[in-house]
């Protein structure tokens, strides 16, 4: 068997399974730990300066983070949280050299598994929330929101959001056939994702679909691709209306939908609140230049994270940790919106990887993104795009 095929079949199950999360170590983080060992043997990655570059900002915020784990309250499971935190970011650099050696075919090898992987979360998370199956209500449900096979509502539906753009994209611009699975694909998906009620994967996806729209506005001139962006568009927003219109004829769907839009959360409010605890992070920010210690703030200072991934690496991993994570997600973002203008080989793969990007960095100021697998996943393939167009990689794939 050719290692390219092992290996893809390897990238392949990974992605199906990494929304499949109850628990951890999950069934994904297996398969991604023989992702990170079997693609180097096999010779099929190709790592270039994107990707190094990062990689290194991500080494220097794990080795302050297990510095700081001395100032934790409680050491262990800090340990055990910058443990994950660099497993994660080695699988990331793995699989943006595997994506770099060959981009087109294997983002959409990528993404395609990926969107497996969210129809079966979704599926799971309609199956539990209309309880069409005996007994999933109390599995795939948290307080009345789906959560699929994840165990918070809030990341099936940050998860939902990449795959989301890329349904829009292929409905954009690939064949009839495509096109007409893309969109039936993106009936489930949409619905799982409102049926999350999660606010900050509503703004989320919405902003990753912009981005994809308005990219794929300003980087074509044929009239037949302005055609087909309005009719998408106009058909588009007809269907989801549709959808949340029939979803909200159920009383318990438009009372948790009601209560979840407005901005007024009694939890979000006063100094014990969301916004108050971030304001305590900020303090303790100023306060403590190498960082109070992963999981301090929530046994020490506030009952809870600072709900805000920004804020809580400047307090695992202090100011120079914290600046080191900015700046590779800004440097992350910034290569790919470049990368869209110059690289139009790849246009349609960064357009999607970076608009779904973007829309997890929003996410990341109302809540913490660190341990989210498909935020490494996505990062992944913008740092293996961006390598993949550029001539000068630092190491050749061997495929056979």
Known sequence: ??????????????????????????????????????????????????????????????????????????FDTAVTHQAVTLFLAVGAFVLAGYVAADPEARFRLVMTWYVVGCLIAAGAALAGYFQLVPSAHELFTNYGRARGTFKDPNVLGAALAPAIAFVAWTVLRGTGRQALLAAAISVPLFLALLLSFSRGAWASALLSLLLVAWLALVTTRQVADFRRLIVVVVLGSVALAVTIGSALQLEAVEDLFAQRASLDQSYDEGPEGRFGGQAKAVGLILEHPFGVGTHTFRTAYHDEEAHNVYLTQFLNAGWIGGLAYAISVAATLAAGFIAVFRTAALKGPLIVATAAFAGLVFEGFVVDTDHWRHFFIVMALVWGLVDGGSPTPFRESRDD
């Open 1 to 74: 068997v050719a290692a390219g095929t092992l290996a893809a079949i390897a990238v392949a199950g990974a992605m199906a399974t990494s929304t499949i999360v109850f628990s951890e170590p999950a069934v994904a983080d297996v398969l991604m730990a023989a992702v990170v060992i079997g693609l180097p043997m096999l010779g099929v990655t190709r790592f270039g300066r994107a990707a190094m570059l990062n990689f290194s900002l991500w080494l220097v915020l794990v080795s302050l983070g297990f510095v700081a784990c001395a100032l934790s309250t409680s």
